[in-house]
């Protein structure tokens, strides 16, 4: 994969751009308050993890559906997003890779 034309896609200048504004859209959509993204670590999980975010599964859902608005990307299922929101890192490695759907 070549990884400049899929930051190219996503609008993005580079893999900790993409992480940043994931970040963001996690803030934004979940209406977290007093939590900016430099605060939130990278690799550990931000639904039900040890974070500042505290998010559950229903922000799970705001999440998807903020991803497949900005990103273009959809989670399918329960596991696929299980597995892409373990940390910021793999949820930059599934919007990286995942086939980009109409928005």
């Known amino acids: ?12 200048s580079s893999r900790e751009d993409l992480i940043f504004k ?5 803030i934004r959509a979940c209406e977290v308050k007093d939590v900016k993204p430099e605060d939130v670590p990278t690799d ?16 799970a859902m ?22 892409a929101m373990q940390s910021f890192d793999s949820l930059a490695d599934f919007v990286i890779q995942a ?3 109409k928005k």
């Not at 994969?1 to 896609?9: F, R, S, V």
């Not at 994931?22 to 996690?26: I, M, Q, Y």
């Not at 559906?65 to 959809?74: A, I, S």
């Open 1 to 12: 994969m070549d990884l400049e034309k899929a930051y190219q896609e996503l609008n993005v």
């Open 22 to 26: 994931l970040k963001e859209l996690v």
């Open 44 to 59: 550990v999980p931000f639904i039900g993890g040890p974070g500042p975010l505290k998010l559950d599964s229903l922000d």
């Open 62 to 83: 705001e999440i998807a559906m903020d991803l497949r608005f900005t990103f273009g990307v959809e989670l399918k299922n329960a596991s696929t997003a299980a597995q």
């Open 99 to 101: 086939p980009k759907v």
